[in-house]
């Protein structure tokens, strides 16, 4: 079956720092990837998706790419902000259209101070 | 973007007795909804996919006569745990499809069986 894996939180960066979070999958056939950002209080909200090999994905300065050799989808970003404190999922969709649903990783927490 | 709002955000009730929890699309339509469960440090376990006018598709695992839903119309779903007792407490959160390979997530509601 599906799954995907992200690496073992939380984290806690300083502002400025730049971020890495791990995510790699296991899926049969050619899944969409995505990361989903939760914050405080609030529901899940897409920050980016990838959905064929190589492509990348990008918003808000985070960027992911579809790595199809590693099956990986790691999230990077050059510069965090105090603003970017939440949890963050690694997920992936193996189908389209009316079937398609989502496969979510443990999430990690990100912590960025001041 | 689209807005899924759930209700209530948070419920306590006593073993035995059954809550329902809503799930409205507030600025779109959505003929397919969709209810997790997230366990502390865990990913969000897709528990059913709730379409409109017909009955639900409950994943392996999940009992469909423990978990009812209900899907009466394009901007609602509701799931109603029967007969909740302590370890059915967890964050339940529901998400609506707007489009083939987009999701739109609530804010969760967190249930405390006592």
């Known amino acids: 079956g599906n799954s995907v894996t992200q690496m073992e939180g939380p984290v806690t960066l300083s502002e400025e720092a730049f971020l890495t979070i791990n995510c790699t999958y296991t899926?049969?056939?050619?899944?969409?990837l995505f990361w989903y950002v939760q914050y405080p209080g609030e529901g899940l909200q897409l920050l980016l998706k990838a959905t064929k090999a190589d492509d990348k994905g990008s918003n808000k300065g985070f960027e992911a790419t579809y790595r199809k050799e590693t099956t990986s989808f790691h999230l990077e970003k050059g510069s965090v902000q105090v603003s970017d404190s939440a949890v963050y999922f690694c997920?992936?969709?193996?189908?389209?259209?009316?079937?398609?649903?989502?496969?979510f990783g443990k999430g990690i927490t990100l912590s960025v101070r001041p | 973007g689209a807005v899924v709002s759930q209700h209530p955000s948070r419920v306590i009730c006593k073993s035995g007795t059954s809550v329902k929890i809503e799930c409205r699309s507030l600025d779109f339509q959505a003929t397919t909804m969709f209810w997790y469960r997230q366990f502390p440090k865990k990913s969000l376990m897709l528990m059913a996919t709730s379409n409109e006018g017909s009955k639900a598709t409950y994943e392996q695992g999940v009992e469909k006569d423990k978990f009812l839903i209900n899907h009466a119309s394009l901007t609602l779903s509701t799931l109603t745990v029967t007969s909740a007792h302590p370890e059915d407490s967890s964050f339940y959160i529901c998400?609506?499809?707007?489009?083939?390979?987009?999701?739109?997530f609530g804010p969760g509601t967190r249930l405390t069986v006592l």
């Open positions: 899926a049969t056939g050619y899944p969409s």
């Open positions: 998400s609506a499809r707007a489009s083939p390979n987009e999701q739109f």
């Open positions: 997920a992936l969709s193996d189908r389209t259209g009316a079937n398609s649903k989502l496969t």
